[in-house]
């Protein structure tokens, strides 16, 4: 005869013998509006300071980086592009500290994630990032009204075709590999170079679990079809795990 019961569940001991562990890696709710200084962003870009002076240069996803206020102090046009650029001061000052607060806690909870190889602490990480937003919030509140930060969100830019000698975005498109897909990951580098007279540099090429990019090849090739070459570039430069190379793209001659 059926019997109603359910038969019991299988012992602990059996539940949890798998040795399955998830892989670590940064956990990443929603995009961090977290920023670098340009110290940073020279060594994981490769810059030449020098050589930039008098170009135009374009941040994309600046977010808190203080990398355009410290450039345009060294004679470089640099302007900087993030979707809460417009918010009020006060609100950035929010996000930041809502965001640093849950970055540098996974920092600490996740150390095998890091690198020491830029910074010889990740205290002294943590002091150079917050350096780095005290930077740019004196700078945003200055200079917005003049056009240096400017509201506007991948994979659609309010720039001209051309419009820069150099185009920058760090910590958006991989990093972010499961949030945004591959169809978008193609449509922003495509509109990264449409708004470059040069040079696109992306970094890093990892996922939140530094591991690469698993569409890196088929990216690549959608770009290539759209007459857009690109490189992959190592840098001097890892604090995260495998982040130690960045994508260089540049329009085919038409
Ligand atoms: C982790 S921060 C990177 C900041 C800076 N580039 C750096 O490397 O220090 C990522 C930034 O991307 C911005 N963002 C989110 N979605 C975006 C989109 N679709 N297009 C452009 N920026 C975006 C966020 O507001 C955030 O400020």
Redesign the pocket.
């Known amino acids: 005869m059926p019997t109603l019961t359910a038969p019991p569940p299988p012992p602990p001991s059996a539940r949890t013998r798998s040795s399955f562990q998830p892989a670590p890696q940064l956990e990443l709710p929603s995009?961090?509006?977290?920023?670098?200084t340009l110290a940073?962003?020279t060594q994981f870009f490769a810059l030449n300071l020098p050589a930039l002076r008098g170009r135009d240069v374009l941040?994309?996803?600046?977010?808190?980086?203080s990398?355009v206020a410290e450039a345009c102090a060294r004679g470089i046009d640099a302007v900087a592009?993030?979707?809460?650029y417009g918010s009020t001061p006060e609100t950035l000052a929010t996000h930041v500290q809502l965001d640093y607060a849950r970055m540098l806690t996974q920092m600490r909870a996740k150390p095998g994630l890091f690198r020491l190889k830029s910074f010889p602490s990740l205290d002294a990480a943590e002091t150079d990032r917050r350096l780095?937003v005290q930077r740019f919030l004196t700078d945003y509140e200055t200079h917005f009204v003049h056009g240096r930060y400017v509201g506007?969100?991948?994979?659609r830019l309010p720039f001209f075709d051309n419009a820069f000698d150099l185009v920058l975005?760090?910590?958006?498109l991989f990093i972010y590999g499961t949030r945004?897909d591959f169809e978008w990951h193609v449509a922003a580098g495509r509109e990264l170079a449409r708004v470059s007279a040069g040079e696109v540099r992306i970094h890093p090429l990892c996922g939140a679990d530094g591991r690469p990019y698993p569409k890196l090849a088929a990216l690549r090739r959608e770009l290539r079809a759209s007459g857009i070459e690109s490189d992959v570039v190592r840098v001097d430069c890892e604090f995260f795990i495998g982040s130690g190379s960045m994508l260089v793209l540049r329009k085919g001659a038409s």
């Open positions: 995009v961090s509006f977290f920023g670098r940073e962003y941040d994309v996803a600046a977010g808190p980086s990398f592009l993030d979707p809460l780095a506007g969100t991948l994979p975005s760090a910590h958006l945004f």
